[in-house]
Protein backbone atom coordinates (compact mmCIF):
# COMPACT_ATOMS: atom_id res chain seq x y z
CA UNK A 1 0.00 0.00 0.00
CA UNK A 2 1.76 3.23 -1.26
CA UNK A 3 1.71 6.34 1.49
CA UNK A 4 -0.89 9.35 0.70
CA UNK A 5 2.94 11.57 -0.04
CA UNK A 6 4.24 9.10 -2.51
CA UNK A 7 0.52 9.06 -4.39
CA UNK A 8 0.39 12.87 -4.57
CA UNK A 9 3.70 12.52 -6.46
CA UNK A 10 2.71 10.31 -8.53
CA UNK A 11 -0.55 12.08 -9.36
CA UNK A 12 1.68 15.34 -10.07
CA UNK A 13 3.84 13.66 -13.08
CA UNK A 14 0.39 13.05 -14.70
CA UNK A 15 0.52 8.82 -14.27
CA UNK A 16 -1.96 7.11 -13.34
CA UNK A 17 -1.75 6.52 -9.47
CA UNK A 18 -4.07 3.21 -9.22
CA UNK A 19 -1.69 1.56 -12.51
CA UNK A 20 1.83 3.02 -10.53
CA UNK A 21 -0.04 1.80 -6.64
CA UNK A 22 -0.42 -1.69 -8.44
CA UNK A 23 2.72 -1.65 -10.10
CA UNK A 24 4.46 -1.01 -6.59
CA UNK A 25 3.14 -4.85 -5.45
CA UNK A 26 5.93 -6.45 -7.41
CA UNK A 27 9.05 -4.07 -7.04
CA UNK A 28 11.73 -3.75 -4.79
CA UNK A 29 12.10 -1.32 -1.88
CA UNK A 30 14.86 0.95 -2.67
CA UNK A 31 14.72 0.44 -6.32
CA UNK A 32 13.57 3.09 -9.24
CA UNK A 33 12.11 1.53 -12.24
CA UNK A 34 10.81 3.61 -15.37
CA UNK A 35 10.33 1.89 -19.10
CA UNK A 36 11.97 2.93 -22.00
CA UNK A 37 10.42 3.80 -24.88
CA UNK A 38 11.15 1.57 -28.40
CA UNK A 39 14.16 -0.39 -27.96
CA UNK A 40 16.11 -0.04 -31.40
CA UNK A 41 16.63 -3.36 -32.89
CA UNK A 42 20.28 -2.42 -33.51
CA UNK A 43 21.29 -1.35 -30.08
CA UNK A 44 22.44 -3.61 -27.23
CA UNK A 45 20.76 -4.26 -24.32
CA UNK A 46 22.97 -2.42 -21.95
CA UNK A 47 22.08 1.28 -21.30
CA UNK A 48 24.46 3.59 -19.22
CA UNK A 49 23.16 5.46 -16.08
CA UNK A 50 24.69 7.55 -14.18
CA UNK A 51 22.89 8.94 -10.71
CA UNK A 52 23.95 12.60 -9.80
CA UNK A 53 22.50 14.94 -6.48
CA UNK A 54 21.03 17.69 -7.27
CA UNK A 55 23.95 19.83 -6.82
CA UNK A 56 25.45 17.74 -9.93
CA UNK A 57 28.02 15.24 -7.62
CA UNK A 58 28.41 11.95 -9.42
CA UNK A 59 27.35 9.45 -7.23
CA UNK A 60 27.60 6.30 -10.12
CA UNK A 61 28.35 5.56 -13.20
CA UNK A 62 26.90 2.49 -14.65
CA UNK A 63 25.83 0.23 -17.39
CA UNK A 64 22.24 -2.10 -16.89
CA UNK A 65 20.27 -4.77 -19.13
CA UNK A 66 17.03 -3.52 -20.18
CA UNK A 67 14.76 -5.88 -18.79
CA UNK A 68 11.07 -7.77 -20.12
CA UNK A 69 9.17 -4.76 -21.46
CA UNK A 70 11.90 -2.42 -21.92
CA UNK A 71 11.91 -1.70 -18.32
CA UNK A 72 14.84 -0.51 -16.17
CA UNK A 73 15.43 -0.49 -12.70
CA UNK A 74 18.04 0.32 -10.36
CA UNK A 75 19.12 1.41 -6.44
CA UNK A 76 20.36 4.88 -6.45
CA UNK A 77 23.72 4.57 -4.58
CA UNK A 78 27.37 6.19 -4.10
CA UNK A 79 30.68 4.53 -4.81
CA UNK A 80 32.86 5.46 -2.39
CA UNK A 81 36.58 3.43 -2.21
CA UNK A 82 35.27 0.40 -3.87
CA UNK A 83 31.92 0.26 -2.34
CA UNK A 84 28.45 0.64 -2.85
CA UNK A 85 26.63 2.92 -0.47
CA UNK A 86 22.52 3.28 -0.60
CA UNK A 87 21.78 6.63 -0.46
CA UNK A 88 19.63 8.69 2.06
CA UNK A 89 16.08 9.52 1.27
CA UNK A 90 16.18 12.57 -1.09
CA UNK A 91 15.69 13.97 -4.73
CA UNK A 92 18.10 13.16 -7.02
CA UNK A 93 18.74 13.06 -10.87
CA UNK A 94 20.14 10.73 -13.84
CA UNK A 95 21.37 10.39 -17.08
CA UNK A 96 20.60 7.79 -19.65
CA UNK A 97 22.58 7.07 -22.14
CA UNK A 98 21.56 4.92 -24.94
CA UNK A 99 23.08 4.77 -28.71
CA UNK A 100 21.91 6.95 -31.64
CA UNK A 101 20.05 8.54 -28.63
CA UNK A 102 20.53 11.99 -26.99
CA UNK A 103 20.97 11.58 -23.23
CA UNK A 104 18.28 11.99 -21.21
CA UNK A 105 18.02 14.06 -17.49
CA UNK A 106 15.05 12.61 -15.29
CA UNK A 107 14.55 13.96 -11.64
CA UNK A 108 12.89 11.84 -8.80
CA UNK A 109 12.11 12.19 -5.22
CA UNK A 110 13.60 8.75 -3.74
CA UNK A 111 13.36 7.03 -0.18
CA UNK A 112 15.00 4.06 0.33
CA UNK A 113 12.41 2.18 2.17
CA UNK A 114 9.80 2.36 -0.72
CA UNK A 115 10.00 0.99 -4.64
CA UNK A 116 9.45 4.13 -7.15
CA UNK A 117 7.81 3.68 -10.26
CA UNK A 118 8.17 6.95 -12.89
CA UNK A 119 6.86 7.50 -16.25
CA UNK A 120 7.78 6.06 -19.07
CA UNK A 121 10.74 7.94 -20.72
CA UNK A 122 10.74 9.02 -24.10
CA UNK A 123 14.37 9.30 -25.46
CA UNK A 124 14.89 11.30 -28.66
CA UNK A 125 16.76 9.23 -31.14
CA UNK A 126 18.61 10.58 -34.20
CA UNK A 127 22.12 11.21 -33.33
CA UNK A 128 23.99 9.45 -36.17
CA UNK A 129 27.07 10.81 -35.97
CA UNK A 130 27.06 10.25 -31.76
CA UNK A 131 28.61 13.93 -31.44
CA UNK A 132 26.02 14.83 -28.76
CA UNK A 133 23.60 16.82 -30.51
CA UNK A 134 20.99 16.67 -33.75
CA UNK A 135 22.48 18.70 -36.80
CA UNK A 136 22.84 19.30 -40.29
CA UNK A 137 25.23 16.39 -40.99
CA UNK A 138 23.02 13.73 -38.90
CA UNK A 139 19.87 15.01 -41.18
CA UNK A 140 22.21 14.27 -44.44
CA UNK A 141 22.70 11.52 -43.57
CA UNK A 142 19.04 10.00 -43.12
CA UNK A 143 18.25 11.86 -46.12
CA UNK A 144 21.12 10.08 -47.91
CA UNK A 145 19.62 6.83 -46.40
CA UNK A 146 15.82 7.34 -47.97
CA UNK A 147 13.91 4.18 -49.56
CA UNK A 148 16.67 2.03 -47.17
CA UNK A 149 14.99 -1.30 -45.88
CA UNK A 150 15.68 -4.01 -42.97
CA UNK A 151 15.63 -6.41 -45.60
CA UNK A 152 18.63 -4.95 -47.56
CA UNK A 153 21.66 -6.97 -46.19
CA UNK A 154 23.28 -3.79 -45.33
CA UNK A 155 20.84 -2.47 -42.65
CA UNK A 156 23.52 -2.94 -40.28
CA UNK A 157 26.60 -2.63 -42.22
CA UNK A 158 28.82 0.46 -41.57
CA UNK A 159 28.89 3.23 -44.71
CA UNK A 160 31.35 5.25 -43.92
CA UNK A 161 34.67 5.84 -41.59
CA UNK A 162 31.75 7.61 -38.73
CA UNK A 163 30.43 3.62 -38.31
CA UNK A 164 26.94 5.12 -39.40
CA UNK A 165 24.50 2.12 -40.66
CA UNK A 166 21.44 2.37 -42.57
CA UNK A 167 19.43 1.28 -39.30
CA UNK A 168 20.79 4.47 -37.39
CA UNK A 169 18.34 6.96 -39.77
CA UNK A 170 15.22 4.65 -38.71
CA UNK A 171 13.93 6.96 -35.91
CA UNK A 172 10.79 5.02 -35.35
CA UNK A 173 12.41 1.50 -35.72
CA UNK A 174 9.70 0.57 -38.45
CA UNK A 175 12.14 -1.12 -40.93
CA UNK A 176 12.42 1.69 -43.13
CA UNK A 177 13.83 4.69 -43.66
CA UNK A 178 10.95 6.76 -45.20
CA UNK A 179 9.68 10.77 -44.60
CA UNK A 180 8.36 9.73 -41.20
CA UNK A 181 11.73 9.48 -40.24
CA UNK A 182 12.94 13.52 -41.54
CA UNK A 183 9.94 14.71 -39.69
CA UNK A 184 10.77 12.93 -36.73
CA UNK A 185 14.19 14.58 -36.61
CA UNK A 186 13.10 17.99 -37.99
CA UNK A 187 11.01 17.74 -34.89
CA UNK A 188 13.91 17.48 -32.69
CA UNK A 189 16.29 19.42 -34.35
CA UNK A 190 18.81 21.29 -32.46
CA UNK A 191 18.28 19.03 -29.31
CA UNK A 192 21.88 18.22 -27.13
CA UNK A 193 22.54 15.99 -24.76
CA UNK A 194 20.73 16.74 -20.99
CA UNK A 195 23.29 17.39 -18.93
CA UNK A 196 22.63 16.93 -14.99
CA UNK A 197 21.20 19.96 -13.21
CA UNK A 198 23.19 22.08 -10.94
CA UNK A 199 21.27 23.14 -7.73
CA UNK A 200 23.11 25.26 -5.12
CA UNK A 201 22.90 24.28 -1.81
CA UNK A 202 20.76 25.73 0.95
Given at each position: ??????????????????????????????????E??????????????????????????????????????????????G????????????????????????????????????????????????????????????????????????????????????????????????????????????????????????
Amino acid sequence: MITLSLALALFATGVDSEVQANAQLSKLPGYVYFEVNGKPPFEPDSIRLRTHTMTGELLEDFHTNLEEGNVVSFEVLRTTAGQDVRVPKGRYQVILSWGTALDKRVVFDYDPAKALVLPKVELQFGDVDRDGELTKEDHSYIMSQMGRKKDFDSWYTATDLKFRVPADADLNFDGVVDTWDNHLFMVATQKKHDKPLIEKKK
